[in-house]
């Protein structure tokens, strides 16, 4: 007796490997998050993130100029804003000459032809550390689309693709769409963070961008009123199915790793492109690891993304990126 069938047949070499390997990762997956700071010829490393760098205009000129020839074509941009900028409404977030408009125009300048995306929300310019504005202990929400829409079309002016809002504020897709049509920018598209999960992951960027919420009474001490309890399920499929009711063009699941069952549903129930944010925590975790020598980076950072393809990422937000375009030479 043999068996009938053997499925090693297909694995018995690399090139048979390769002929029937069902997930490819390729440059054109990734969106490459930038942080971006004032200041001149600065390029400092986060702490709690090995290898990756806060950039002043003049070095994020550099860096896409890079990521544009290895075939990294799309980046989303965030902004670390100083403290005596920042207050409970976000009020530096509409500046027209913000850091993270001429961010917009510093990209667009270098690179005309790369694809910008933006974060819209209020942590990065909130004294509060929070997505939203802070009364009472609460974050109110529909005051806190007010700003959303209108920081959107402050980044659609400034030369923005596409905005990205990350806050999980009710309505604001919606919001945001109608402020963009409404000032003619019926070209600019919304990646919404659809299901984002309030996620101990976020750690290290908070770090990166000194976001994190404040410890002053009277604020809440998470962000659990507003982003996902991480044991729900269904809740994320209601989620990005009301954000593509109001508009979205693409939406999101993050953190990554920890949520592929989330991605597979949701990609197996929508027909817009799923983004997946592999966040600064899994990242983190990585990079430590390497470093003390109990796994292998390479080997680790491809087995990855490739499961985070494999779960159907269309598009995966990754600091990673430029690793992986090195790993597939
Ligand atoms: N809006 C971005 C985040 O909240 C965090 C991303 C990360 O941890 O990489
Ligand atoms: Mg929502």
Redesign the pocket.
Known sequence: MYPLIRPRRLRSSEAIRSLVRETIISPSDFLV?LFVVEGKGIKEEIPSMPNYYRLSLDNLTKEVKELWKMGLHSVLL?VKVPDSLKDNKGSEALNEYGLMQLAIKTVKDACPEILVMT?V?L?PYSSYGHDGIVADGQILNDESVEVLAEMSVSHAKAGADFVAP?DMMDGRIISIREALEDEGFLNTGIMA?SA?YASS??????DALDSAPVDIKNVPKDKKTYQMDYANRFEAIRETQLDIDEGADIVMV??GLCYLDIVREIKDEVDVPVAV?Q???E?AMVKAAAEKGWLNHDAVVMEQLTAIKRAGANIIAS?FAKDAIRILG
């Open positions: 998050p965030f974060d929300a942590d990350s963070y984002k992951f976020y750690g290290p960027f908070r993050k953190p944010y966040v600064s925590g990242y600091y």
